[in-house]
């Protein structure tokens, strides 16, 4: 069953994932848009295409990957996801043909890759699809210390006006995974939605792309280019290819 968690979490929730777990903001599209210079760009993960469309809305030319039938589906069923180019596969591989001047991961998604070893083989892969001064974007959480340390726990899950939901998760140290459910109290029912993430820390990140000839150019808390330090949450983390030098 835990090869197939990701897989169970797409089928269960890709009718309701923009309203209750949609992810969007402004001001990534604002930094994508900008880094892809415009050149041609990559999503790993993909979904329901809550930043591709609007980066192609402003006319960048953006493709994406994803293992998900449903959530592609969901992507295909609005305006102009019909017309963005998508492979269907596991993003580890970046099966896909040509450079890129962009590649970006966003909202953890490059923790939902099990090991170690596929999240290495992510960034080489991303590596040789970037041109020559190209990006490659890392939106992620920073582990939380506290959380890592107390093993497992129960969370409250912000709190709307058709919902409320809690959130169940254990932690294995050794394997450095995240597994969790996430359990919604809506009209319709009880619906219960299983997480399992391989974190890792933002120096490990750092090393992963070092292997891979990427460096790390910038690292800001948010999108909105803020200071990375002790107290974020999150980073967004820009690694480039080097240009080539004559």
């Known amino acids: 069953m835990e090869d197939k968690i990701e897989e169970v979490y797409n089928q269960r929730c890709a009718d309701v994932y923009d309203q209750w777990f949609g992810y969007f903001d402004e001001a990534a599209v604002d930094v994508l848009e900008e880094l892809a210079g415009g050149g041609r760009v990559l ?43 998508v492979t269907m596969g596991d993003f580890a591989d970046v099966n896909v043909g040509g450079e890129f001047s962009l590649v970006y991961v966003v909202y953890n998604t490059l923790f939902a890759l099990q090991t170690q070893e596929e999240q290495v083989r992510c960034f080489r892969g991303v590596a040789a699809r970037l041109a020559p001064g190209g990006a490659f974007v890392v939106e992620a959480f920073v582990p939380d210390l506290a959380q890592l340390s ?8 912000p709190m709307k006006d058709d919902r409320v939901g809690i959130r169940l998760y254990e932690h294995d140290p050794v394997r450095q995974k995240m597994k969790s459910r996430q359990v919604i109290f809506a009209d319709g ?36 280019r803020g200071a990375f330090d002790a107290k974020s949450e999150k980073h967004v983390s820009v690694y480039e290819r080097p240009a080539r030098t004559h």
């Open 43 to 85: 999503e790993l993960g993909i979904g329901t295409g809550a930043l591709a469309l609007p980066l192609a809305a402003r006319g960048v030319r953006v493709e994406g990957i994803d293992a998900s039938p449903e959530m592609v589906a969901a992507l295909r069923a609005k305006p102009g996801g019909r017309d963005l180019p």
């Open 150 to 157: 107390a093993g497992g726990g129960v969370r409250l899950l």
């Open 189 to 224: 029912g009880v619906r219960v939605f299983p997480v399992e993430v391989r974190y890792a820390w933002p120096s490990e990140l750092d090393l992963m792309a070092r292997l891979a000839g990427l460096r790390l150019r910038e690292r800001w808390g948010d999108w909105r």
